[in-house]
């Protein structure tokens, strides 16, 4: 499930930060990233799916 969440964080960072914590500090966080650069968002995204 963890490769599917990935892919989805590559496309759609927000998106895959919400599959994983839900609506919260990460996801919001991730929005900005995102917002500010495409990269940083998919950085975070994936951080956030491997720690958990």
Do not use: E, S
Request: charged fraction near 10%; aromatic fraction near 12%.
């Amino acid at each position: 499930m963890d490769v599917v969440r990935i892919l989805i964080a590559i496309l759609l960072p927000p998106l895959g930060v919400f599959l994983q914590v839900g609506i919260g500090l990460h996801f919001w966080l991730n929005i900005l990233l995102t917002l500010f650069g495409y990269i940083p968002g998919i950085i975070h995204a994936i951080w956030v799916i491997i720690r958990k």
